[in-house]
């Protein structure tokens, strides 16, 4: 290995932002490779097993948004201090990432696994019914396995901040196609499994039932392959960041605990795990609400939750992208390269997804139509309620690209509390109560839903896009004079 970080405090702005960008574009897409393909094989197990995903990954991902939120102080201080000049002080704050979160790990593992049926009750599943049954199995497996995916987060997050978004991106290719390899046979082992009908090897199925007896573990078994799957990118990377040449290398005593380096990064990173959590207990609310028009409105909102994570990826690529640059100049001292890098990404973004709402607006049906079985009835309503989303929310989906971008602006600077609120205001200021209006007063069900989501995301990039032409985000910044030995790290206030 070697060290693959990009120089972006010099020159040319445009190129290593999507130079830096394109890779993280691609993990997201890889990601989504993860959820597609999940969804696709559950969904041969019927409508109740996609519900019981949609259930479950709202319970997943305040987990995962509350890991991720913490590893933005990794990226933010290891791209600012890298940015001035101070490579020690970022191998320290590597160190301290990596123990400090995976003590938060442990500990939502043991409390995830115990809690998950209740929690899932609390979002609308019903307990004694096969969608909560189904979500309870693979939400616990999933919590099993959160070191890995929470390893993974941090090896992310560091590297990001380094200026290295290929070596995670090559990490995820291999998580992700393990993932896709694994997810028909633990799924739906070998009964009724269409791979083997495809590749017209039904005699074969025959013959491994006959001698396994295995028909599979069901929607707990997306879970088994995914907790597998991250287990191997999670182990390569805290092997690179230990004994590799990728740059970053924090020391033994690194590891070590300190309390003012674990309270800067609580500073930067509480307010985007607070944030993420926000957003993750708001998909929630989001789901018992749309439960209120029956697991028909659930199961299409997780597959077009899915489907807009396509949409979603330029978006959240370069913002992450971003908040690399805008750290790293901020370190060195160069805030109207930090503004500019911004206001590149946002138009770039803005271009990207007319694009993608193009190509996906007429094929609305067929695309939500591909991740359910034929023929029911139930899915005939599904596929119209998603084809539906695409419609209403797809085109406001350009406003939520400013409105990300934007947003990893100000996480590059390490204004996570003034991020935290402006994303916070998008799902419980707007989206949240209009959708509840919209579907219970007005009773326009869960199309009324699709409406309140446009109509959040165009406000929200409004609003957002005001604040940050106010131009005092850019005051906060590590300041590389007030650093002179690990843990003595100083960040400005909001």
């Known amino acids: 290995m070697k060290d693959r970080s990009v120089n972006v405090t010099d020159g040319d702005l445009f190129k290593p932002l999507l130079v830096l960008s394109a890779p993280i574009i691609g993990s997201q897409v890889l990601q989504v490779a993860y959820n597609l393909a999940d969804t696709f094989w559950v969904g041969q197990l019927g409508a109740d097993a996609v519900a019981a995903l949609s259930y479950s990954w709202a319970i997943v991902f305040l987990m995962v948004s509350v890991g991720g939120g913490l590893t933005t102080a990794g990226t933010v201080l290891v791209s600012q201090h890298k940015g001035s000049g101070d490579f020690r002080q970022s191998h320290h704050v590597a160190g301290q990432t990596i123990s400090f979160v995976t003590i938060v790990a442990v500990v939502f593992a043991a409390v995830g696994y115990v809690a998950a049926p209740y929690l899932l009750a609390l979002i609308g599943a019903t307990p004694g019914t096969a969608p909560h049954t189904f979500a309870t199995d693979y939400t616990r497996v999933i919590f099993l396995g959160v070191v890995f995916m ?43 499994n269409p791979l083997f009908v495809w590749a017209g090897m039904e005699a074969l199925q025959t013959q491994l039932f006959a001698l396994t007896g295995f028909d599979g573990f069901g929607v707990m078994g997306a879970a088994i392959a995914t907790v597998i799957a991250r287990f ?96 790293q100049n901020l370190g060195a001292r160069q805030p109207e390269r930090a503004k500019r890098a911004v206001l590149l990404a946002a138009a770039t973004v803005s271009g990207a997804f007319l694009v993608v709402v193009t190509i996906a607006y007429p094929f609305a049906e067929s695309i939500t139509g591909v991740f359910l079985p034929p023929g029911e009835a139930a899915s005939e309503t599904v596929i119209e309620y998603g ?104 960040v400005a206030d909001d």
Do not use: C, H
């Open 150 to 192: 929470f390893w993974f987060f941090i090896f992310d997050a560091l590297m990001r901040g380094w200026g290295d978004t290929r070596t995670p991106l090559y990490l995820m290719a291999g998580s992700a196609t393990l993932n896709v390899v694994l997810d028909p046979f633990l799924i739906l082992g070998f009964v009724d």
């Open 232 to 327: 191997f990118p999670a182990g390569i990377g805290m092997y690179l960041l230990l004994f590799g040449d990728v740059g970053l290398s924090p020391s033994p005593s690194d590891f070590l605990l300190k309390a003012d380096t674990v309270k800067k990064i609580l500073d930067i990173g509480a307010p985007t795990g607070a944030e993420q959590g926000m957003r993750a207990g708001g998909i929630a609310a989001m789901t018992a609400i749309i439960a209120l028009a029956g697991d028909d409105a659930v199961a299409a909102y997780g597959i077009v939750n899915r489907l807009a994570s396509l949409l979603f990826l330029p978006a959240l690529g370069f913002a992450r992208g971003t908040e690399t640059v805008v750290g």
């Open 387 to 490: 084809a539906a989303y695409i419609r209403i929310a797809g085109p406001a989906y350009v406003f939520l690209g400013v409105f990300q971008i934007t947003l990893g602006g100000f996480r590059g600077s390490g204004s996570t509390r003034t991020a935290m609120l402006l994303s916070v205001q998008e799902l419980w200021v707007f989206r949240i109560p209009l959708s509840f209006a919209f579907i219970t007063v007005l009773g326009w069900g869960v199309i009324g839903v699709w409406y309140a989501v446009a109509i959040s995301f165009v406000i929200s990039a409004l609003t957002t896009g005001a604040w940050f032409l106010r131009g005092t985000w850019t005051d906060n910044v590590v300041d590389p004079e007030d650093v002179d030995a690990p843990g003595d790290i100083e």
